[in-house]
């Protein structure tokens, strides 16, 4: 059986909502952020040598990352489902949207958290310069959002599961104002509805306001 490490208010919650979603059986280890540090407890990164979450053991299999867990769980354990084949019409929207969460608009919103701890950043052109590409990035989602229900296309897929973190718990380190993206907003409304991301947050962080608008 899957073993899901999830260390509370991060990217794990991806992992999760993916077996919810798959209806697969696996098992969910809770880990809390040290209080101070707000990084993983020494627990949890010494199961990796990469230090974070999520985790998923698998037999003899370990692997780190969340997007390769994604898609690890979908080939090996989901029979393909929630991702698209290469005959598929939106096949290449689906890979390219299923690596826009981890290969821009993550790293954005991560640049701007640490440069807004930076004192020698305020007021910088870099940090006027890294919230430009945030918004660039939000808009584009918003774009797609406008012509389809979901990043893929007309179906809901791996990639809305690796974009939804980014776009509503990653605020809780990075805030944003979302009020500009409505069709984002609209998106993140019906998300909100389908009964496995209701189970996932349940389990995964019972308790956490989810940042939906």
Not at 183 to 212: N, S
Request: charged letters at 20%; proline letters at 7%; aromatic letters at 8%.
């Amino acid at each position: 059986m899957l073993t899901i490490h999830h260390l509370g208010i991060s990217q794990s919650e991806r992992v999760v909502w993916l077996c919810e979603e798959l209806g697969i059986p696996y098992t969910l280890k809770h880990y809390t952020r040290d209080p101070v540090t707000r990084l993983a407890p020494p627990e949890l990164r010494a199961l990796h040598a990469a230090g974070t979450a999520p985790v998923m053991t698998d037999g003899d299999v370990q692997i780190a990352e969340s997007g390769a867990i994604v898609q690890y769980i979908i080939a090996r354990h989901g029979g393909g489902r929630l991702a698209l084949p290469p005959e598929h019409a939106d096949f290449a929207n689906y890979l390219y949207w299923f690596h826009f969460a981890n290969g821009n608009l993550q790293p954005h919103l991560g640049r701007n958290m640490v440069l807004g701890r930076i004192e020698a950043a305020k007021g910088h052109p870099v940090a006027a310069s890294a919230r430009e590409r945030v918004d660039r990035a939000l808009a584009m989602v918003d774009a797609r959002l406008a012509e389809v229900p979901y990043l893929a296309g007309s179906e809901f897929t791996a990639a809305d599961i690796m974009n939804v973190f980014t776009l509503t718990t990653m605020r809780y380190f990075q805030p944003w104002d979302m009020s500009p993206y409505l069709h984002t907003l609209a998106y993140l409304a019906r998300i909100a509805q389908r009964p496995a991301y209701i189970a996932a947050m349940a389990k995964g962080d019972p308790g956490m306001r989810l940042l939906l608008t």
